[in-house]
């Protein structure tokens, strides 16, 4: 055996001190968080991501692909060595289309991809058995324990459109004011026909997105709305929802920027959306309609850097969402695009790190400075070069590869162990330390199961230390994202000494609060 005494007789004093120097630096450094259990914030309803546009023919692959693809998603189960075998959504966003696909080149979409089946025939009748691929995804969730579902429009069906297309001309909404009882009951028999034919509710319909843009491009199915068409359409929808006895709740506005919630930015008709909505006495507001769920729902594209400006946006946000009683905020649709103040360019994918710690930064914004009670990624399956996909595919609607984005994981880091019902509270890193400022810290409680996110922006491992008060931790297990590991299960620790966080990674921490 080499003990110390024998070391010392063979190293000289001098080189012994450079060792020692050289160990103590090479140990990663400690940073205390405190967590104060009885300061809360928000409560978690979900974590989702939407089935457009892929998944209309991903969903009719072979059944073997699709199945792991749905895995991916969905699963909770867990692999042999305790790692996820998916992120376990907890919502799934179905795209109710407007029927561009079936006018094919005709429908002024050039690209397929982004064009859309509708249940709505040209003549008024309804098949049940459209939108087959999408259908699939829906039943694949539901199957693996999903229990929350939202059928979104981007445009009317084009049966109900002015100029017969699912997309506007110059900017102006492409449905009349005498058409909205006509898509109103459009909408409760296709909420009762996928209720029919899955035994699935929607339990959210969201009529309008992204209202403020053009849309008038025919790059995809789109509609713009004012803010007082908008609320002409959810008091038709309201009524149908009503008489037909639809559970569907209406959530609104998916707003193009999280700006257009709290300010006019340069359109005072599509502005001012939570006021103009939820404060009584306006003349738009629809917030005590039966069927109207108290959510705002923005969009946080082209606001997620530098972030100190994302940061003061979503403060202005959350303060305008308190002034109203009762109102939540979702964040209903991201993926990175633009140039993100030089930080990350939407352009070309990828499958690593680099933006999978920067959708792990945006999530963490949304929930700590928003107080978004919900997070929903755009499409879940992309056939493009571009940062808009969890799980890539090849653009072949029969067969192909697959190939997953550690953005998937990231996103698991969240949605997989921040369950609907989860209530954000308070955690902050106690002292100064070099480290701190590339350390982004939440944590959660759901009953007695405790949840901590750590992203790891520095090269360096960072030992993280939780000081829980008068509670104590117990069987805690550590789950890492990062540039060699899928949400990988680590070896077990103890939470209430230090748990060793990996350099550049996303890294999850559970609990039960004793």
């Not at 039966?290 to 946000?317: C, D, E, N, W």
């Amino acid at each position: 055996m080499i003990t110390i005494s024998t070391i010392k007789k063979v190293i000289p004093a001098s080189a012994l001190l450079l060792l020692c120097v050289i160990s103590a630096k090479s140990q990663p450094a400690t940073v205390s968080v405190n967590i104060d259990l009885s300061k809360t914030y928000q409560r978690i309803d979900n974590f989702g991501a939407s089935d457009a546009w892929s998944c209309q023919f991903i969903g009719k692959w072979p059944g073997e692909k699709k199945e792991k693809i749905a895995d991916l998603f969905f699963s909770r189960d867990t692999l042999a060595d305790g790692s996820p075998k998916g992120i376990a959504l907890s919502l799934w966003r179905f795209n109710i289309g407007a029927g561009s696909s079936a006018r094919a080149d005709q429908s002024g979409i050039k690209d397929e991809w982004r064009r859309a089946e509708s249940f709505l025939n040209s003549d008024g009748t309804y098949n049940w058995q459209s939108q087959a691929g999408q259908m699939w995804f829906l039943s694949a969730a539901k199957k693996r324990g999903v229990d929350q579902f939202l059928g979104f429009v981007n445009s009317p069906p084009v049966n109900l459109t002015i100029n017969g297309k699912a997309y506007a001309d110059s900017g102006r909404s492409n449905i009349a004011a005498d058409k909205y009882s006509a898509f109103a009951d459009y909408l409760s028999t296709v909420e009762k026909g996928i209720k029919k034919l899955s035994g699935i509710t929607l339990a959210y319909i969201s009529p309008v997105n992204e209202p403020q843009w053009a849309w008038s491009d025919g790059g995809q199915e789109g509609c713009p709305y004012t803010n007082s068409e908008i609320a002409g359409l959810v008091r038709s929808i309201d009524a149908s929802f009503s008489k037909k006895s639809v559970p569907s709740k209406v959530v609104i506005a998916e707003a193009g920027s999280l700006a257009y919630l709290f300010s006019a930015v340069g359109k005072s008709a599509k502005g001012n959306q939570i006021n103009d909505f939820f404060k009584q006495g306006s003349t738009n507001y629809i917030g005590d309609l039966k069927s109207v769920k108290k959510t705002i729902l923005g969009h946080s594209y082209f606001t997620t850097s530098p972030i100190s400006s994302a940061i003061k946006t979503r403060q202005l946000l959350a303060q305008n969402v308190n002034d109203i009683n009762e109102l939540s905020f979702w964040q209903s649709e991201y993926c990175i695009l633009g140039d993100n103040a030089g930080e990350i360019n939407g352009n070309k994918r990828d499958l690593g790190i680099d933006a999978a710690l920067y959708l792990a930064k945006v999530i963490h914004t949304d929930l700590t400075a928003a107080n978004a009670s919900a997070w929903q990624w755009w499409t879940a399956i992309s056939a493009y070069d571009y940062k808009d996909g969890l799980i890539y595919v090849d653009k072949n609607k029969t067969d192909g590869n697959y190939y997953v984005s550690k953005m998937l994981w990231a996103m698991g880091n969240y949605s997989r162990f921040i369950r609907p019902g989860a209530i954000r509270v308070d955690a902050n890193i106690m002292e100064e330390s070099p480290l701190k400022s590339s350390l982004l810290i939440s944590a959660f409680k759901n009953g007695k199961n405790f949840t901590v996110v750590v992203i790891n922006n520095n090269t360096e491992n960072v030992n993280i230390r939780l000081n829980m008060g008068n509670s104590k931790l117990t069987n805690t297990k550590v789950f890492t994202t990062s540039a060699s590991a899928d949400l990988h299960a680590e070896a077990p620790a103890d939470a209430n000494s230090a748990v060793s966080v990996m350099g550049r990674s996303i890294t999850t921490i559970t609990a039960l609060i004793k």
